[in-house]
T-cell receptor
Framework: GAVVSQHPSWVICKSGTSVKIECRSL??????MFWYRQFPKQSLMLMAT?????????EQGVEKDKFLINHASLTLSTLTVTSAHPEDSSFYIC????????????FGQGTRLTVV | DAKTTQPNSMESNEEEPVHLPCNHS???????IHWYRQLPSQGPEYVIH???SNVNNRMASLAIAEDRKSSTLILHRATLRDAAVYYC??????????FGKGTRLHILP
């Protein structure tokens, strides 16, 4: 149990285009999902917390108009990188926390985004 | 957020036990101690978590100091597949999960 599926695993896009990444909790409901990015040889950096049915909460320094997060259902959250630039190339990772008062979270396999 | 201190890296021989330490002296009384690990080019994987008592699961054991200012993740018999970065993270109920630098564990065949 507790599987989080992230799609796509990797994507290459041209500068100026937008890319959507999906994060699904397959066998549990998640009111809360988290989005991270990770640069090579660095730790994960939390970008935003996504709550089902409400606006995401972004961490300081993360542009909410550039990284659009939608959490439309209890099993799906999406991250859209708008007007992508080469500096947005990174490893994006989502995680989902099961409801019912649990504190642990489960992570997707990550999406490698390359902007050319 | 509670600050954690972990060794940058550790080495262990295959098939031997590994003890990964973590100091979290500023932990709140209601923070759970979580451990995650990240294998190369993958998302993190939940390992174990606890509050006060020691915990065991199929992956590892978690030993929590009586004053809760430190904890140790124990891998009972390391394999090459356990080579990863291990993160110790205090987490309050309902709060976000913030990653530190973790410990890079090398397993020697």
């Amino acid at each position: 149990g507790a599987v989080v599926s992230q799609h796509p695993s990797w994507v290459i896009c041209k500068s100026g285009t937008s890319v959507k990444i999906e994060c699904r909790s397959l066998d549990f409901q998640a009111t809360t999902m988290f989005w991270y990015r990770q640069f090579p040889k660095q730790s994960l950096m939390l970008m935003a917390t996504s709550n089902e049915g409400s606006k995401a909460t972004y961490e300081q320094g993360v542009e909410k108009d550039k990284f659009l997060i939608n959490h439309a259902s209890l099993t799906l959250s999406t991250l859209t990188v708008t007007s992508a630039h080469p500096e947005d190339s990174s490893f994006y990772i989502c995680s989902a926390r099961p409801d019912r008062g649990r504190t642990e979270a489960f992570f997707g396999q990550g999406t490698r985004l390359t902007v050319v | 957020d509670a600050k954690t201190t972990q060794p940058n890296s550790m080495e262990s021989n295959e098939e031997e036990p590994v003890h990964l330490p973590c100091n979290h002296s500023t932990i709140s009384g209601t923070d759970y101690i979580h451990w995650y690990r990240q294998l190369p080019s993958q998302g993190p994987e939940y390992v174990i978590h606890g509050l006060t008592s020691n915990v065991n699961n199929r992956m590892a054991s978690l030993a929590i100091a009586e004053d809760r200012k430190s904890s140790t993740l124990i891998l009972h018999r390391a394999t090459l597949r356990d080579a990863a970065v291990y993160y110790c993270i205090p987490v309050a109920r309902g709060d976000k999960i913030i990653f530190g630098k973790g410990t890079r564990l090398h397993i020697l065949p």
